[in-house]
C-alpha cells in the first residue's frame, strides 16, 4: 500500500505568497520527515516531526501532523524563487522499521 | 556543518558489470542508509545497515546488491551484474539512532548501458 502521497502534485504560486502541501498516509507512523529536492539533485533535510507533536516550526517552514486523519502538512510562508523544487513527506511505520516511505512529491513553482 | 559525501557523482558502466558506489555518512552517525530514485519515480528503500550488519532490506535488494562497512568511515553499495533497469540516482544517508533525522548524500547518478 502506498504510505506517503503529497497533495498537489503541482503547485505554482508568485513570489511573497504562501505555499501549502499536504501529505497523506495509510498506516501509523513513529515519525514523519519533509525534505526538499531541487532538479536533479541530493534531498535536503527539513524537518522532522514525531507522532506525539502536533506543529513544528525552522525559519519559514511550519509543519503540522494531525495523527487522527493520517495527514501533514507543509506550509512554506513568504515564499521565494529559490524554494522551487519537489517536496517530499517521508514515514516510518510505528512497528520500529528502520526504512522511510517517500511520497510522490509535490513539484513547487515560485515565479519571481 | 556535516554532511553526508558520496562518490562518484556520476557513474556509467555497461549492463553486467560491477560497480561500487561509495558513502561517508556522517560521523557520529551509526545507522546508514541506500535509497534509489528511478528517473521520475519516488524514492525508494533498499537497505539499513547497523553494527556491521543489515537491519532491513526491501525486496529491491536481492542477491546482486550487497552493502559494506570497509573501515570507519566509508559505507558502500555494490552490483554485482548491473541490469538496464538499475539505471537510477543512489542516495546514502545516515542517522544517529533510527528514530531520528535521516540526512542524504547528493547522490550517484547511475547509468547502465
Known amino acids: 500500500s502506498q504510505q506517503g502521497e503529497e497533495d498537489p502534485q503541482a503547485l505554482s504560486i508568485q513570489e511573497g505568497e504562501n505555499a501549502t502541501m499536504n501529505c497523506s498516509y495509510k498506516t501509523s507512523i513513529n515519525n514523519l520527515q519533509w525534505y526538499r529536492q531541487n532538479s536533479g539533485r541530493g534531498l535536503v533535510h527539513l524537518i522532522l516531526i514525531r507522532s506525539n507533536e502536533r506543529e513544528k516550526h525552522s525559519g519559514r517552514l511550519r509543519v503540522t501532523l494531525d495523527t487522527s486523519k493520517k495527514s501533514s502538512s507543509l506550509l512554506i510562508t513568504a515564499s521565494r524563487a529559490a524554494d522551487t523544487a519537489s517536496y517530499f513527506c517521508a514515514t516510518d511505520f510505528l512497528s520500529g522499521t528502520y526504512k522511510y516511505i517517500f511520497g510522490t512529491g509535490t513539484r513547487l513553482k515560485v515565479l519571481a | 556543518e556535516p554532511e553526508v559525501t558520496q562518490t562518484p557523482s556520476h557513474q556509467v558502466t555497461q549492463m553486467g558489470q560491477e560497480v561500487i558506489l561509495r558513502c561517508v555518512p556522517i560521523s557520529n552517525h551509526l545507522y546508514f542508509y541506500w535509497y534509489r530514485q528511478i528517473l521520475g519515480q519516488k524514492v525508494e528503500f533498499l537497505v539499513s545497515?547497523?553494527?556491521?550488519?543489515?537491519?532491513?532490506k526491501s525486496e529491491i535488494f536481492d542477491d546482486q546488491f550487497s552493502v559494506e562497512r570497509p573501515d570507519g568511515s566509508n559505507f558502500t553499495l555494490k552490483i554485482r551484474s548491473t541490469k538496464l533497469e538499475d539505471s537510477a540516482m543512489y542516495f546514502c544517508a545516515s542517522s544517529w539512532r533510527p528514530t531520528y533525522e535521516q540526512y542524504f548524500g547528493p547522490g550517484t547518478r547511475l547509468t547502465v548501458t
Open positions: 545497515f547497523y553494527n556491521n550488519e543489515i537491519s532491513e
